[in-house]
Nanobody, 124 residues
């Protein structure tokens, strides 16, 4: 089992920045893929970014490329999502997820563990 706890959400204005954190505990995640997803009001949960824990290889959804950066801290067992130049359409609950595989994927159903989510609200 892996426990994931997100933090760092909040209410910001358009153009501001936020950094989300996802602390992992339980089974080692050294061989996992870690992902960030989001779910806006009335929308399906969607992929935002992912990172291979062992290699640091990353992948981003097109709309966040150049604005968001996913990273990990091995010593702290924590994954981060740095979000810059935030837009009102980035408003959503953001979820951290872990996949027990070395294969990076954007599919919600392929992730095995989920955090409880953290709200990000961007006002115009």
């Amino acid at each position: 089992q892996v426990q994931l706890v997100e933090s760092g959400g909040g209410l910001v204005q358009a153009g501001d920045s936020l950094r989300l954190s996802c602390a992992a505990s339980g089974r080692t995640i050294a061989s996992d893929v870690m992902g960030w997803f989001r779910q806006g009001p009335g929308k399906e949960r969607e992929f935002v970014a992912a990172i291979k824990w062992n290699s640091g290889i990353t992948y981003y959804e097109e709309s966040v490329k150049g604005r968001f950066t996913i990273s990990r801290d091995n010593a702290k067992n924590t994954v981060y999502l740095q979000m810059n130049s935030l837009k009102p359409e980035d408003t959503a609950v953001y979820y951290c997820a872990a996949r027990r595989s070395l294969v990076l994927t954007t599919l919600v159903k392929e992730y095995d563990y989920w955090g409880q989510g953290t709200q990000v609200t961007v006002s115009s």
